[in-house]
């Protein structure tokens, strides 16, 4: 599984391949551009975006948030 990254935070949800990253980055908006490849053939990124391979899947819940209070 990959996922998309800024620095050392992870911004996207866990997908099976790097392609499947970016396509939802773009969908959703984190990223405004398609990586394109460099004169060496590398990929380039937008600045501080990568994408990691990673292994644990972890989805937050998505009606869950902060206490307004802490006690």
Known sequence: MYA???????IGG????????WQAALIDGLVTDVPVGDHL????LPRG???????????????????REIS
């Open 4 to 10: 998309l990254f800024d620095g050392r935070t992870r």
């Open 49 to 67: 975006y990568h994408v990691e391979q990673i292994e644990d899947v972890y989805e937050a819940k998505p009606d869950w948030k902060l206490p």
């Open 41 to 44: 053939g590398s990929q380039v």
């Open 14 to 21: 866990a997908f099976p391949t790097e392609k499947d990253v």
